[in-house]
């Protein structure tokens, strides 16, 4: 690896070939606080992708938010499955709760429209299996929105490990956790109502280490184990706390940790043969992330300028549609992770490890 | 928590009562390489004791060792036996292999010494418990040889978590790796015989991420689980590579990692409901610890004078004895991570989480 260009040009997107080309026009569907205050100033800050209609379920919310840019359309969920405006969007993103998402995937499908799509892609494994044939029915683009995948830190630590500069990884160590209770203080959420989430903690950011991992390692998991357990009353029956193991092929496992009440708090380290590398903090997006990498003698703070990283998933998913090349978060990646979380559900359940197919 | 005792004062030792005292003369058992690197050096240094006898296989290495200090008689373990210089000391310090060490317990405890055994007690937790018996029988003091226990850094890890400053502990994540295979070229060795060890890497260094999270937060493991696998020839059919979890009674979860050959690292971080500590690195004595603590908004990082771990450790159990004190890490202490690690190989072995009794 090149320390000159790693520290000229850290956070390059590797994966860019065209430099302009006209917009991607996205539909927002589902138009909570990530798309209002995430979302939609990541897309503004884009450079292959735009955002010209908005839809939610309530049509004066989708009338306020489109009138907060220029040239948004605001739908109701309605209007969206009647095919209204619909020459005025190339692709959606959709930002439902997860067991919804197959509906408007449905839809764009149905549309042609390609599709981005919040992680987890559904609440079950069958329903993520639904979208997967729906879009490859239809012929339509499916990306799931894994935001770590084109986070710079990220794709320069993966590089790191695929180099072989940290030697074979061995251990794996990730942890996310944040306060729901303080960060959206109602009980009624649907977060905390599995029929729409699919469980609570481990599906919505144990997906974080766990997919990571896999895209670090660019191998997928073998063998699963979790335990979880609650102390607040929001989480009674759920999965407040969850520690998780993950196998790996070639003797690499992770060992995680997340909690959706808890201190604000993620790293990501991977030890390897010849070294060792971590990200702190890693997973959320507004705080800025650091890369340690040590190797014999030395070690290496890497300290970068940060990207957004919606704006490069949002840039990544357009180049994608622009260059007509299919993402690697793609609908099988987002499956393999749905299943790893429905079986650390079953293996918390039994206190069993849960070998995958 | 007084943040100028802190900082004026983060080394002293809270156990200490007594200043200066006759010194506990020691008989060191077993002369390999860490008794005479790291021991020795360690006593030469401390206040509270000293090396009179040391004790080996071979006579021709206990007159060599015996000769490279002052005053220091040299014994073959059949002359310890027969109490050859028993008058010579007054506790005996055993680092022989982990399934022999009851054979040097048993004739301290007969002569009336008191007993500092490196951690593992034993190799099995029938072997534990035996030493403990002979110990109580005969009322010779009885501790395990935990140095993170008597480490500054760990301390005052342990006062910040006690004192609630990160708030409710929730998840843990501890991590020891090295190379065997480099730092002891010899594939005959006994660590890796699991007759001689108990295991391989688990019994060996798993106890430092299990034992450093008992003692910071004060509880025992209620249940486990571990997965363990092996990628080089001398491990074959041994734990060379261990994930593992512990789970203590409040909801507290350990993530841990540790494997005998990966690149040196070591890490120990305790979330909580409002803050983050992290000692990094940690277990190894050569690497300079460093202790960071996050709340809210600020996070302080400390630096500190290194103490010797071992030093430490020498001190503390002669003080215990000049005070008439029991030591923390006693053998019923002990005992409970050798039933951890037995119930962590079983749990491997079943694929399947394990309650302790």
């Known amino acids: 690896m090149d320390l000159e260009a790693l520290l000229a040009d850290f956070t390059h997107r590797d994966w860019q070939t065209v430099d302009d080309s006209e917009p991607i026009r996205l539909a927002l569907v589902g138009l909570g606080w990530w798309v209002r205050e995430e979302a939609m100033p990541a897309i503004e800050e884009s450079d292959f992708c735009t955002t010209s209609v908005v839809v939610s379920g309530s049509a004066e919310k989708a009338t306020r938010v489109a009138n907060s840019g220029e040239g948004i359309t605001g739908l109701t969920y309605e209007d969206y499955h009647d095919g209204t405006a619909v020459t005025e969007y190339d692709a959606v993103y959709i930002c439902t709760p997860n067991s919804t998402h197959i509906e408007y995937v449905r839809t764009a499908a149905r549309h042609g429209k390609h599709v981005l799509c919040e992680k987890p892609m559904a609440a079950t494994s069958e329903g993520a299996k639904r979208i997967v044939e729906v879009c490859a029915d239809e012929e339509v683009t499916l990306m799931v929105a894994y935001r770590m995948q084109t986070d710079p830190a990220v794709r320069r630590a993966r590089d790191i490990v695929g180099e072989g500069i940290i030697g074979e990884p061995r251990q794996i160590h990730g942890h996310m956790s944040d306060c729901v209770p303080d960060l959206i203080p109602n009980p009624d959420q649907w977060r905390l109502d599995p ?103 030395a070690t290496a703070d890497l300290s970068f300028e940060q990207r957004n990283q919606m704006t490069e998933e949002f840039d990544y998913f357009a180049h994608c549609l622009i260059t007509d090349t299919d993402p690697v978060p793609d609908g099988r990646h987002g499956l393999v992770d749905i299943e790893a979380v429905e079986a650390m559900y079953t293996a918390a359940e039994r206190g069993e490890r849960i070998e995958l197919s």
């Open 195 to 297: 029929e729409l989430s699919g469980g609570a903690t481990l599906i919505d950011i144990g997906l974080y280490p766990l997919n990571t991992a896999r895209f670090l390692l660019d191998r997928d998991p073998i063998a699963v184990y979790a335990e979880t357990n609650a102390t607040h009353e929001w989480f009674d029956g759920l999965d407040e706390h969850v520690s998780f193991q993950v196998s790996f092929e070639g003797c690499v496992s992770a060992a995680c940790t997340v909690s959706h009440n808890a201190f604000n708090a993620s790293h990501f380290t991977v030890v390897g043969t010849e070294g060792k590398l971590t990200i702190e903090p890693v997973f959320f997006p507004w705080d800025d992330r650091e890369l340690a990498v040590s190797t014999g003698e």
